[in-house]
């Protein structure tokens, strides 16, 4: 019987885990090459971790730790210029995925890509105001498809971590 | 797949296994643990095609917004490698292109496109080209060393050539 208090305490430090995990997360995929010469094509390994915090403690959480990790990789590895674009996917990705979660249709491989999707969706409006041109509009399919397959990856990865992390934590 | 996914989703919509910790049930699915990772909900399948939907509609979107904007394209004409002149697609003119050896062809734009109707390089295969009329289509003369192409700005290189994030 666990009591309130170790609990809290316990869900404090996995959360604290996690938010550790994000930033190694987002650290490992700077060092990948980049996976096509257009930018914004990118892998989201660290949504992994905001989908598994979403799914183990609630959305809440979640938020919370989406929104640390922007900003300490954003001091750590980035400016304020990358602090923007991430903080502008990053949330535009946490609703549709929290809104996501709600359909009981969708696996959370379904919630995943639809957070690939509008992370991509997010940063392609933050770069149209940063360059304040309307053109860079014509990356909005690319970046669709590449949102869904990234998505979708980071989504089997998150399903799969978490049909072993059930059992340990 | 679609078979497969029919066939194994209903196990997916059972309740929470039993013995899962204090911070599980937060959601009414649990991981079958016999159940195999790719096969996924319905729901899911049906997300792709509307995303790969909404792409494609955006794409096709694009380019049909993509005929009106001709005024301020220009069709840029390289002799050798080096710029010989520089026409904006909006005004209808003829212009005799003197190439590389004496050899030369007959750059015509009519109705915000380029083309190439006359040449007397020996392959005439700037000739079958079709007509050019968006951003970055080139046509190529290779006997004369001739290069037709359309640009945003007169000779201009692009505003941005990369951007990181």
Redesign the interface.
């Known amino acids: 019987m666990i009591s309130d208090y170790s609990a809290k305490t316990r869900k404090t430090a996995v959360l604290g885990m996690f938010l550790a995990l994000a930033l190694i997360m987002g650290y490992i995929e700077s060092l990948l090459p980049p996976l096509s010469g257009i930018p914004g094509v990118k892998l989201g390994l660290s949504n992994i971790v905001t989908l598994i915090t979403m799914e183990v403690f609630g959305k809440k959480e979640a938020l919370v730790v989406l929104l640390l990790r922007i900003v300490l990789s954003g001091l750590l590895f980035g400016n304020m210029f990358s602090m923007v674009f991430s903080l502008s996917g990053g949330l535009l990705a946490f609703a549709a995925m929290g809104a996501g979660s709600m359909f009981k249709a969708l696996s959370i491989t379904g919630v995943s890509m639809l957070g690939g999707v509008f992370h991509n969706i997010g940063q392609l409006i933050a770069a149209a105001i940063v360059v304040d041109e309307l053109k860079i509009a014509y990356y909005g399919p690319v970046l669709l498809i590449s949102g869904l397959l990234t998505g979708f990856v980071t989504g089997l990865i998150a399903k799969i971590v978490l049909s072993y992390i059930r059992k340990a934590l | 797949m679609m078979q497969k996914n029919g066939a194994s989703c209903p196990k997916?919509?059972e309740p929470d296994a039993p013995g899962?910790?204090?911070?599980?049930g937060?959601?009414?699915?649990?991981?079958d643990?016999g159940h195999s990772?790719?096969s996924?909900?319905?729901?899911?399948l049906?997300?792709?095609a509307v995303?790969?939907l909404?792409?494609?509609i955006?794409?096709l979107f694009?380019m049909f917004s993509d005929k009106g904007s001709s005024a301020a394209l220009y069709a840029v004409i390289y002799v050798d490698g080096k710029e010989y002149s520089s026409l904006p697609l909006s005004e209808d003119r003829q212009i005799r292109v003197e190439g590389f050896s004496g050899m030369s062809c007959l750059v015509n734009i009519t109705s915000g496109k380029a083309d190439v109707t006359e040449a007397d390089c020996p392959d005439r295969l700037c000739v079958r080209q079709k007509s050019i009329g968006s951003e970055g289509e080139t046509i190529v003369c290779l006997p004369a060393r001739i290069v037709v192409e359309v640009r945003g700005e007169a000779g201009e290189e692009d505003?941005?050539d990369?951007?990181?994030?």
């Open positions: 997916e919509s899962s910790g204090p911070f599980f937060r959601r009414g699915q649990s991981e643990p990772f790719l996924g909900h319905r729901g899911d049906i997300l792709a995303i790969i909404a792409a494609g955006w794409q694009m505003e941005y990369a951007f990181s994030m």
